[in-house]
């Protein structure tokens, strides 16, 4: 039987793949289940960004406010966990500021 430690670990290559198949918050969450998949994501954050990024919301905007905010560069590919905890942060802001845009100030707008 395979584990993710112990005598018969899973492929590294293959717990990149679950990672990437998951979205931001569960691939955070499944981190911080055991050791060894917190240091996978550690180890290999900027592969397995390449893959989530797709499904973070308003990820081009959250990575715009980051950099705003002294964080990572717009286009470096050095990510670290700690980026991905605040990408994660900023793309709630993002989406929370679009459905307060949508709500209060769209429905005021003309076209003449």
């Known amino acids: 039987m395979h584990t993710f430690s112990g005598p018969n670990p899973i492929p ?14 569960d691939a955070l969450h499944l981190a911080a289940t055991c050791r060894r998949l917190r240091q996978v994501l550690s ?12 499904k973070i919301p308003c990820e081009r905007y959250a990575r715009v ?3 705003d905010q002294g964080g990572l560069a717009l286009y470096s590919s050095s990510v670290t966990i700690r980026d991905l ?15 307060v845009f949508d709500r209060d100030i769209t429905p005021n707008i003309r076209s003449e």
């Open 12 to 25: 590294t290559e293959v717990i990149i793949n679950i990672f990437g198949e998951l979205s931001l918050p």
């Open 43 to 54: 180890e290999h954050t900027p592969t397995i960004y390449k893959r989530l990024r797709r």
């Open 65 to 67: 406010l980051l950099a």
């Open 85 to 99: 905890l605040r990408l994660r942060r900023n793309s709630r802001m993002v989406e929370k500021a679009i459905e």
